[in-house]
């Protein structure tokens, strides 16, 4: 129950042996089910600013790749949908598995 809730996934895809994992977990003694201060949203927020911190580098969030660009066998930027390019100075990071990415 609280294993694909945690895990973003719906009920049918979270691994079971995940689910038996978490749930073991929760009921050894001394142990709480704990979330994080401002919701998921505020864990978004801090990866955000640990990663724009750094010069040149930006998140964009909620924009849909429609290709990743590639030239001499590595990724060199993005192309949105709309047709918009981001070219990158040192690397494309994909938060999708790479079945969804290439």
Known sequence: M???LLQGLPSYGAP?????YMMGDLYKKNTC???PKGGN?????????????HPGCKVILK????????EGGRASGVRLKGGKVIQATQ??????DWQVTK
């Open 2 to 4: 609280f294993a694909f």
């Open 33 to 35: 089910l704990d979330f």
């Open 63 to 70: 924009a849909h790749v429609e290709e990743v660009l590639v």
């Open 16 to 20: 079971t042996s995940m689910m038996a």
């Open 91 to 96: 690397a494309v990071v994909s938060n999708t």
């Open 41 to 53: 949203e505020a864990l978004v927020d801090a990866l955000v600013r640990g990663i724009e911190k």
